[in-house]
T-cell receptor, first 114, second 111 residues
Framework: DAMVIQNPRYQVTQFGKPVTLSCSQTLNHNVMYWYQQKSSQAPKLLFHYYDKDFNNEADTPDNFQSRRPNTSFCFLDIRSPGLGDAAMYLC?????????????FGPGTRLTVT | RKEVEQDPGPFNVPEGATVAFNCTYSNSASQSFFWYRQDCRKEPKLLMSVYSSGNEDGRFTAQLNRASQYISLLIRDSKLSDSATYLCVVKWENRDDKIIFGKGTRLHILP
């Protein structure tokens, strides 16, 4: 089935140790998003790609970077995780010119920082 | 005014009752609207898109009021399995692919 896949589902990293989260999709969608969601809060958009065009949200810390080497894959790099970066990280995709314009979410990666 | 606002709840509703939530948005240029459902520790899943004329899917009815800048979700004959957080989502067409989530409304259906 076409879907959005995130790996790993659970990630534990040490304070300050770089970590990479991955997202892949078989939907052939041209837009991919990364969200951070903390407990009882709304998903917070970090950045998104429209094809290879990168769009960073103004309040996304520099500690967060992203790469999209091809249509199917997108990575979230956290260069020096702090305790405050512990959260669920959600990847989503959408088709920009779709009449429905809906987003499809992956299952998320839950990041723990020790 | 926040971009997308929802009553966080929780709404505690007996099984079989009807419940409605509203969501207000600040940007009149918003063009696409959605309700997502999120279960505890799971990803958001699309419940329904919201169309200008209003739309219904089984026990769920969504409506859009552009003049007052709000959308609503009505759940009839509520089931225990409807217990979740309901996220209002607004897409701004004048900010390419910008999607704003509300903080969600928690719903507990009581047996």
């Amino acid at each position: 089935d076409a879907m959005v896949i995130q790996n790993p589902r659970y990630q534990v990293t040490q304070f300050g140790k770089p970590v990479t989260l991955s997202c892949s999709q078989t939907l052939n969608h041209n837009v991919m998003y990364w969200y951070q969601q903390k407990s009882s809060q709304a998903p917070k958009l970090l950045f998104h790609y429209y094809d290879k065009d990168f769009n960073n949200e103004a309040d996304t810390p520099d500690n967060f970077q992203s790469r999209r080497p091809n249509t199917s894959f997108c990575f979230l790099d956290i260069r020096s995780p702090g305790l405050g970066d512990a959260a669920m990280y959600l990847c989503a995709t959408s088709l920009r010119d779709s009449p429905t314009r809906e987003q499809y979410f992956g299952p998320g990666t839950r990041l723990t920082v020790t | 005014r926040k971009e997308v606002e929802q009553d966080p709840g929780p709404f505690n509703v007996p099984e079989g009752a009807t419940v409605a939530f509203n969501c207000t948005y600040s940007n009149s240029a918003s063009q696409s609207f959605f309700w997502y459902r999120q279960d505890c520790r799971k990803e958001p899943k699309l419940l329904m898109s919201v169309y200008s004329s209003g739309n219904e899917d089984g026990r769920f009815t969504a409506q859009l009021n552009r003049a007052s800048q709000y959308i609503s979700l009505l759940i009839r004959d509520s089931k225990l399995s409807d217990s979740a957080t309901y996220l209002c989502v607004v897409k701004w067409e004048n900010r390419d692919d910008k999607i704003i989530f509300g903080k969600g409304t928690r719903l507990h259906i009581l047996p």
